[in-house]
């Protein structure tokens, strides 16, 4: 007889490949017809992961990349059947695949502050902004971050594509800790004109503005394409955050969508660039299809480079899936704290230290990569500054057993949840308490919370201790 705990570790193993059977016909319908091959039907089974005890790799490169926006299951390798990743899929199949990661937060910047700091976003008061739309507040320069840390360990460090953690005069990645930076300082921009919200441009190199008016991610494909081909002379950090498939719906050659785009935002019209009326499946398709091309190039130039072996590449997405993702089964998108606003796709691969075609269900959220690289990288965290999140070094590298019975925490404006291990307690914006097995049910339908009312209690209890230690948010004008 199997258990009900292997089961769950099963159905979390074999989902991509029920989905790609179950789902090939509503993916024929959402493309107008184009049936895309799965690679679930060929791709080689995932082994429970397992550390490659007795390496001893050297400090590590590291290439972050961030995908924005992109939902759960918007990759070929996590169900999706109508969009072809291949190279992250291959990415994933080369390291480690996990089913149960998490961003910090619901939206962009959050997520952007717990990643830097390695912290909850409500420690600082940048991070209470969900997300950053004004110049009031931003990520302090005092604040020590990945980079800052990483740099002070003897790394080369540099931030390319979108940064929104505040805007200059006041922040800045290279006031934090980054040696260069080039990208854009807002949460989106038009892919061409490098237009934001406002009519502002927003394309800098390091403090500067910098005229390019080619597709955006052409652009940061060539600049994190170029960086990784340098003779470094020491270990560096690569933060490499793409603005795909964030809105507005546009893909490369789409200038005529994009000139109307701009018209709009000249024209004064402060949702020119939501483009609620523009976009579809086979568009959102189409750069999450590109984004793939532009992570595939990157890690091309790496290889040529001579440094694949010795570098650690991490993708992921800054949180859940907007309009047009796939999040199945998940439930809720980008900006609640329904699995689908906060579960993400998250890969790992290190050639020097961990094997390949690996898969794992540990529960890990941003905050725990921030410290799992310090940790690599042979930097301590800031004593006056500690940490939320917990290294998984001792786990990847030595087989220790993952992080159990903790708590991952999440706050947003409205909404509260936190999980321990296969339990969630979550607070919508109704003010209802539930409860979930994840489990058993990832799409949160089946309320527990009346069959265990103690286990409630507990985990309110606990996720109001957490939120008793951090900022409060601001009162909202009438």
């Known amino acids: 007889m199997v258990s009900h705990a292997s089961k769950s570790k099963l159905s979390r193993r074999t989902f991509g490949g029920v989905v790609g059977a179950g789902a090939a016909a509503a993916a024929v319908g959402a493309t107008g017809g184009r049936a895309v091959a799965s690679e679930h039907e060929t791709r080689p089974a995932e082994r429970e992961f397992r550390a490659a005890t007795g390496r001893r790799p050297r400090r590590p490169n590291i290439l972050f990349i961030l995908g924005d926006d992109l939902g759960w299951a918007d990759l070929s390798s996590y169900g999706a059947t109508h969009i072809s990743t291949p ?59 990945l980079a800052s840390l990483l740099r002070g360990a003897g790394y080369a460090t540099a931030l390319i594509g979108k940064w929104h953690c505040g805007f200059l005069p006041d922040y800045s990645p290279t006031r934090s800790g980054w040696d260069e930076f080039f990208g854009n300082f807002g949460g989106a921009l038009e892919y061409y004109s490098k237009l934001g919200q406002g009519g502002e441009y927003d394309l800098y190199e390091g403090d500067a503005e910098y005229q390019d008016l080619r597709y955006y991610t052409r652009i940061l494909t060539e600049r994190a394409s170029e960086y990784v081909r340098r003779d470094h002379r ?44 523009g976009g579809s499946v086979e568009k959102y398709r189409e750069m999450v299809e590109d984004l793939d091309r532009s992570v595939g190039q990157v890690l091309d130039a790496l290889r040529r480079s001579g440094q694949e072996r010795d570098t650690l590449v991490f993708f992921a997405s800054d949180n859940g899936g907007e309009r047009f993702s796939f999040n199945w089964p998940l439930s809720g998108n980008k900006a609640s704290l329904l699995e689908g606003g906060i579960r993400v796709p998250a890969v790992l691969r290190w050639p020097a230290a ?56 999440w706050r947003v404006r409205g909404e509260r949840a936190l999980r321990r291990d296969e339990w969630k307690y979550y607070r919508g914006k109704s003010g209802q308490d539930q409860l979930f097995h994840l489990g058993s049910d990832q799409r949160e339908q089946a309320d527990k919370a009346g069959l265990r009312p103690e286990l409630l209690a507990e985990l309110r209890t606990a996720w109001e201790r957490v939120d008793g230690d951090l900022l409060p948010y601001p009162a909202q004008s009438a």
């Not at 976003?121 to 604040?143: F, Y």
């Not at 795909?244 to 004064?268: C, F, M, N, Q």
Request: negative net charge; contains cysteine; aromatic residues 8%.
């Open 87 to 145: 190279n992250l899929d291959r990415l994933g199949r080369q390291g480690v695949r996990f089913t149960d990661a998490y961003a910090g937060s619901a939206t962009c910047s959050p997520t952007r502050f717990s990643l830097y700091t390695g912290r909850y976003p409500g420690r600082t008061k940048g991070g209470l902004a969900e997300p950053i739309a004004d110049r009031s507040v931003g990520l302090e320069p005092t604040h020590p971050t």
């Open 354 to 409: 961990i094997d390949g075609g690996q898969v794992s269900s540990a529960p890990v959220f941003t905050p725990d990569w921030t410290a799992t690289l310090l940790e690599l990288g042979g930097a301590r965290p800031h004593p006056a500054y500690p940490l939320d999140g917990r290294s998984l070094a001792g786990h990847l590298l030595r087989g220790d057993a993952p992080p159990s019975g903790r708590d991952l925490f």
């Open 234 to 277: 020491e270990p560096w950090l690569l933060n490499l955050n793409f603005t795909t498939p964030h809105w507005p719906w546009t893909a490369d050659g789409d200038t005529r969508e994009s000139a109307e785009i701009v018209r709009r935002i000249k024209a004064g019209d402060p949702g020119a660039l939501w483009h609620s009326d």
